[in-house]
């Protein structure tokens, strides 16, 4: 049965050997070894973790009491709130996929800082980018001329269509969506604005009212002029099938639709409809949306729904916003830009995470025409367009594609989704899994027939596990029911088969805890 014997770097940095067994290795720990292991709760079947050849530096900076007494006295309380994990990870240094924490353990990211680190964690040429860039001028503003802004502008301009061509650069998504809605309502002399429920847009004052998630909404007058419609979620929704997504994996749900109609993607239509027949204007700003959502669980619309929405928008004389923040560089694997799957060519783009790998950036893309409508006033930004900014994003566009990491999101994240969506047919709490290319979520429910939501105690013991395990992924949707895994687009398929193995033992754990 055994046909080799392979190092695995255990927790606290003990290396132990062990037998290869199949595609997916374990290594059987006991004794005195496996009572010091950090993860001595699970069981003593652990999945190898694909080897590195990285040697992160030795850590010397604040234990991890002194971090957490800081954090507490002061930083806002809020990140106290959203720090993961019962045993928080204090992470030190990453390179590519990988993390380590201060204790020299490695984890596989497939989170990246929530789908933004997109080439690798410190990825050689983009620090190369970075460091050249510093030692040459930091910034300025654009109230002067400097070369990396109006490089990155070219750059970024060719990878859009006609006559998505003038850049603004901001330094966040929720920045962005700010400027976005604020364009729209100038352009159009138009005020409401539409967009899905469970949609995340940002979490600015003004951005707070296109965000359509109960968590980030406080008790003040946020969101005038924002009204939502339903989320075309054929998986939770009232209506879905087995035909509606562009995705290599679809519900469990049963349709008898033909494969060129879709009575889900009508129906959800027919609930825009209602929207515009009496929540709003008959003139509108505009309508926002992410080609999948993202925050709100990786949910995907049924095929042609976006293109049918942008017409009836256009009719009431609005803008159609692509909010491209977690979908765009590449992510999806079947194009650059998430709203070219659905055949369409928005009026403005929004786009900030993977943008420049992790450094503070956002940018939006629109046509000429509406460009022009904020000349009527001054608009100003300080930092946006810094040049150590568009440096590092334009290294990140060069990686992209010397990389190939497009291509590597559409293979690896079409391998992920198959195989989750075999342990959802395996597990009953696995309601669905959905995505495309290293845009990934899998949904758990109580159980497949009723899909309530997985309880959130549940939730995190499995997130939990994994993380023991050395394999760090997100969480989301709108009850946080749904696992999200956007890893940086450098992940390779063994990775992937260690992730799957991980993965797949933190869920059988699960089952044998509702026994």
Same mark, same amino acid.
């Given at each position: 049965?055994?046909?080799?014997?392979?190092?695995?770097?255990?927790?606290?940095?003990?290396?132990?050997?062990?037998?290869?067994?199949?595609?997916?290795?374990?290594?059987?720990?006991?004794?005195?070894?496996?009572?010091?292991?950090?993860?001595?709760?699970?069981?003593?079947?652990?999945?190898?973790?694909?080897p590195c050849d990285f040697k992160p530096e030795e850590y010397k900076s604040l234990s991890g009491e002194r971090m957490?007494?800081?954090?507490?006295?002061?930083?806002?309380?809020?990140?106290?709130?959203?720090?993961?994990?019962?045993?928080?990870?204090?992470?030190?240094?990453?390179?590519?996929?990988?993390?380590?924490?201060?204790?020299?353990?490695?984890?596989?990211?497939?989170?990246?800082?929530?789908?933004?680190?997109?080439?690798?964690?410190?990825?050689?040429?983009?620090?190369?980018?970075?460091?050249?860039?510093?030692?040459?001028?930091?910034?300025?503003?654009?109230?002067?001329?400097?070369?990396?802004?109006?490089?990155?502008?070219?750059?970024?301009?060719?990878?859009?269509?006609?006559?998505?061509?003038?850049?603004?650069?901001?330094?966040?998504?929720?920045?962005?969506?700010?400027?976005?809605?604020?364009?729209?309502?100038?352009?159009?002399?138009?005020?409401?604005?539409?967009?899905?429920?469970?949609?995340?847009?940002?979490?600015?004052?003004?951005?707070?009212?296109?965000?359509?998630?109960?968590?980030?909404?406080?008790?003040?007058?946020?969101?005038?002029?924002?009204?939502?419609?339903?989320?075309?979620?054929?998986?939770?929704?009232?209506?879905?099938?087995?035909?509606?997504?562009?995705?290599?994996?679809?519900?469990?749900?049963?349709?008898?639709?033909?494969?060129?109609?879709?009575?889900?993607?009508?129906?959800?239509?027919?609930?825009?409809?209602?929207?515009?027949?009496?929540?709003?204007?008959?003139?509108?700003?505009?309508?926002?949306?992410?080609?999948?959502?993202?925050?709100?669980?990786?949910?995907?619309?049924?095929?042609?729904?976006?293109?049918?929405?942008?017409?009836?928008?256009r009719e009431r004389g609005g803008v159609c916003i692509a909010d491209e923040v977690q979908t765009g560089f590449g992510?999806?694997?079947?194009?650059?830009?998430?709203?070219?799957?659905?055949?369409?060519?928005?009026?403005?783009?929004?786009?900030?995470?993977?943008?420049?790998?992790?450094?503070?950036?956002?940018?939006?893309?629109?046509?000429?025409?509406?460009?022009?409508?904020?000349?009527?006033?001054?608009?100003?930004?300080?930092?946006?367009?810094?040049?150590?900014?568009?440096?590092?994003?334009?290294?990140?566009?060069?990686?992209?594609?010397?990389?190939?990491?497009?291509?590597?999101?559409?293979?690896?994240?079409?391998?992920?989704?198959? %195989?989750?969506?075999?342990?959802?047919?395996?597990?009953? #709490?696995?309601? $669905?899994?959905?995505?495309? !290319? &290293? =845009? +990934? *979520?899998?949904?758990?429910?109580?159980?497949?027939?009723?899909? %309530?939501?997985?309880?959130?105690?549940?939730?995190?013991? #499995?997130?939990? $596990?994994?993380?023991?395990? !050395? &394999? =760090? +992924? *997100?969480?989301?949707?709108?009850?946080g029911q749904t696992f999200r895994i956007k890893p940086p687009m450098c992940i390779t398929k063994d990775d992937a088969?260690?992730?799957?193995?991980?993965?797949? =033992?933190?869920?059988?754990?699960?089952?044998?805890?509702?026994?």
């Amino acid at each position: 049965m055994f046909q080799a014997f392979s190092r695995i770097t255990l927790p606290g940095g003990k290396d132990f050997f062990g037998p290869v067994v199949n595609q997916a290795t374990f290594h059987r720990l006991s004794g005195a070894l496996w009572q010091k292991s950090a993860v001595n709760k699970l069981p003593p079947d652990l999945p190898e973790m694909p080897p590195c050849d990285f040697k992160p530096e030795e850590y010397k900076s604040l234990s991890g009491e002194r971090m957490l007494e800081i954090r507490k006295r002061n930083c806002n309380p809020i990140i106290m709130r959203n720090t993961y994990y019962k045993k928080h990870l204090h992470v030190h240094q990453g390179y590519m996929q990988w993390l380590w924490d201060i204790n020299g353990r490695r984890y596989l990211d497939l989170f990246s800082g929530v789908a933004t680190v997109s080439v690798g964690h410190c990825h050689p040429k983009v620090n190369a980018a970075a460091q050249k860039q510093m030692g040459r001028l930091w910034h300025t503003t654009n109230i002067y001329m400097n070369s990396p802004i109006h490089e990155y502008a070219e750059k970024l301009a060719s990878l859009l269509p006609d006559p998505l061509k003038v850049i603004y650069l901001t330094n966040s998504g929720s920045e962005a969506n700010d400027l976005a809605m604020l364009m729209a309502r100038v352009y159009t002399g138009n005020f409401d604005v539409i967009t899905f429920r469970g949609g995340y847009h940002g979490a600015s004052p003004y951005a707070m009212g296109l965000t359509s998630m109960a968590a980030f909404k406080y008790p003040i007058a946020t969101g005038i002029g924002c009204h939502t419609t339903m989320c075309p979620d054929v998986f939770r929704g009232p209506w879905g099938g087995s035909h509606c997504r562009d995705s290599p994996v679809q519900t469990i749900r049963e349709c008898n639709c033909s494969p060129d109609c879709c009575q889900a993607k009508d129906m959800y239509i027919q609930q825009l409809k209602e929207v515009l027949n009496t929540s709003v204007s008959q003139q509108i700003a505009g309508f926002f949306a992410e080609p999948i959502q993202g925050i709100g669980g990786v949910v995907q619309y049924p095929k042609g729904f976006l293109k049918e929405a942008y017409r009836l928008v256009r009719e009431r004389g609005g803008v159609c916003i692509a909010d491209e923040v977690q979908t765009g560089f590449g992510r999806t694997g079947s194009d650059l830009w998430g709203f070219k799957a659905h055949d369409v060519v928005p009026d403005i783009v929004t786009m900030a995470k993977g943008i420049a790998n992790g450094f503070p950036m956002g940018a939006i893309v629109t046509t000429q025409e509406v460009a022009n409508a904020l000349t009527r006033g001054s608009h100003f930004n300080t930092f946006g367009g810094n040049p150590v900014a568009c440096s590092i994003a334009s290294s990140v566009l060069d990686t992209i594609e010397e990389d190939g990491l497009q291509q590597n999101s559409a293979q690896v994240g079409t391998y992920l989704l198959t %195989e989750l969506a075999k342990l959802r047919d395996k597990f009953d #709490i696995i309601g $669905d899994v959905r995505g495309k !290319g &290293l =845009l +990934i *979520g899998v949904e758990m429910v109580k159980d497949k027939v009723s899909r %309530e939501p997985l309880p959130g105690v549940e939730m995190n013991e #499995i997130f939990e $596990d994994c993380k023991d395990m !050395g &394999l =760090l +992924i *997100g969480k989301g949707g709108v009850y946080g029911q749904t696992f999200r895994i956007k890893p940086p687009m450098c992940i390779t398929k063994d990775d992937a088969d260690f992730a799957l193995a991980v993965f797949g =033992l933190a869920i059988q754990r699960q089952m044998e805890r509702r026994l």
